[in-house]
């Protein structure tokens, strides 16, 4: 064998390799087209605050998403006792027009849904909830004991409709219920929907998520070729549970 044909023997890849090539051409494609659809969006903005404000036992907070001296939702816990047993109540009630992420259930009603981080709130969510939780004659809500949960919310800025996020802990003991708004964001864009936990902008996709009614944990999972390979949809899958991760 002369010293060309073994030049050309050695030259030839395995076929992992030459798998391993096209997957990671196919992730450059990919991320090509994710990169074109966040300039596409990149006028999207995402205002986001920190806070901490306890909600005590007949406690109320106004929350004015966009700091337009308009309150968007009302936390009221209402606290009271009767010669048979005492309740509390933890209600978030829109403004006109506003609404709440949840839809009416038992006995006719209106649940505040608790959103899981990463899944969105937008235009195809149902908007008509409003208590939180409850322990008259028993416990009932979505929002007993919970961490980090995120409460949808659709308001109106110059009467158009943008939608926001507030995140909650609440927690019963003795009876009595505590919550504690930690932060809050809303997208600048009208109409267009946001991630739960997402506290910065563009986002690079309209993908709806699935019934966000119950509250857990997020899976964390890196990023990897095959979310590439799926192109801007993979990536925003990615994105959110980055979202999440690093909350």
């Known amino acids: 064998m002369n010293r060309s044909s073994r030049l050309r023997e050695t030259a030839n890849l395995s076929e992992s390799v030459h798998q391993q090539l096209k997957m990671y051409a196919l992730a450059a494609s990919a991320a090509g087209v994710g ?6 969006d990149a006028e999207a903005k995402i205002v986001y605050r920190a806070t901490h404000h306890v909600i005590g036992k007949n406690g109320h907070f106004a929350l004015d998403l966009n700091h337009d001296g308009i309150t968007d939702v009302t936390f009221v816990n ?4 009767n010669q048979d047993y005492c309740y509390d109540v933890l209600n978030a009630n829109a403004a006109a027009r506003n609404g ?10 209106p649940y505040a849904y608790v959103v899981r981080c990463g899944l969105r709130i937008g235009p195809k969510r149902p908007f008509s909830g409003q208590l939180m939780a409850s322990s008259n004659m028993g416990t009932i809500g979505r929002w007993l004991n ?20 507030a ?7 003795n009876g009595v219920i ?28 309209n ?15 890196p990023a990897t070729l095959a979310a590439l390979a799926l192109g801007a949809p993979g990536l925003s899958i990615w994105r959110r549970k980055q979202v999440c991760t690093r909350r």
């Open 100 to 109: 709440i992420e949840g839809r009416t259930g038992f006995l006719s009603i």
């Open 35 to 40: 990169m074109l659809a966040l300039s596409q």
């Open 207 to 221: 993908v709806e998520q699935t019934n966000p009614t119950s509250f857990s944990a997020p899976t964390r999972e």
């Open 146 to 165: 919970v961490n980090n949960g995120y409460l949808g919310v659709k308001f109106k800025i110059n009467s158009k409709i943008h939608y926001g996020w």
């Open 178 to 205: 505590e919550a504690v708004l930690t932060g809050y964001a809303y997208e600048t864009i009208p109409g267009k929907s946001i991630i739960a936990g997402a506290t910065e902008g563009p986002d690079d996709s």
């Open 167 to 173: 995140r909650l802990n609440v927690h019963l003991s």
């Open 78 to 81: 209402s606290y009271g006792c």
